[in-house]
T-cell receptor, first 114, second 113 residues
């Protein structure tokens, strides 16, 4: 069965510090991968998605970036965090085109920028 | 433009009563519809989906959803609510232009004992 991991689970970082959040998927090959941010426990904002290694699409311009160095690894980064980067970050995966495209989510990372 | 709406910010139901969480959608083609649940500080969990076929879809934890094409709705239902059903519920529809999911704003479901 497929499993998705995210770490760390929680993170407190000062403004201006760098960020690296990691997401890995097990049990599937060539998944579509997604990074979402959820602010104040409500709506989901799609940040990045990837259909393959090195292929990243950005949905919202901001000081965050994403990379996919391996098929089942997705990394969210920032060189300098802003207070507004605080939130709950969720990684998700879905199967290839031709399916219904439901997404499966990781446990999330709670980021607090101080 | 394709969209999905959850018109209720919060739904309150007494334990043991039936519950309904509403979702309406707008798509250009055939809708692919999804429901997810999120417990506090957790990731979203997939509940059920509608692709085609029977308008009543059964999912996890006793939930079901009714697809109504004429009303462009996909309401989530459960015959008898449990306190443990209290959570945030998201409806989503597949965007035919890029196969991503368009998400509703979420509905907070509170089940009171």
């Amino acid at each position: 069965s497929q499993t998705i991991h995210q770490w760390p689970a929680t993170l407190v970082q000062p403004v201006g510090s760098p960020l690296s959040l990691e997401c890995t998927v097990e049990g599937t090959s060539n998944p579509n991968l997604y990074w979402y941010r959820q602010a104040a426990g409500r709506g989901l904002q799609l940040l990045f998605y990837s259909v393959g290694i090195g292929q990243i699409s950005s949905e919202v311009p901001q000081n965050l970036s994403a990379s996919r160095p391996q098929d089942r690894q997705f990394i969210l980064s920032s060189k300098k965090l802003l207070l507004s980067d605080s939130g709950f970050y969720l990684c998700a995966w879905s199967v290839l085109p031709g399916q219904a495209y439901e997404q499966y989510f990781g446990p999330g990372t709670r980021l607090t920028v101080t | 433009a394709q969209s999905v709406a959850q018109p209720e910010d919060q739904v309150n139901v007494a334990e043991g009563n039936p519950l309904t969480v509403k979702c309406t959608y707008s798509v250009s083609g055939n809708p692919y519809l999804f429901w997810y649940v999120q417990y506090p500080n957790r990731g979203l969990q997939f509940l059920l989906k509608y692709i085609t076929g029977d308008n009543l879809v059964k999912g996890s934890y006793g939930f079901e959803a009714e697809f109504n094409k004429s009303q462009t709705s996909f309401h989530l239902k459960k015959p008898s609510a449990l306190v443990s059903d209290s959570a945030l519920y998201f409806c989503a529809v597949r965007d035919d232009s890029n196969y991503q999911l368009i998400w509703g704003a979420g509905t907070k479901l509170i089940i009171k004992p």
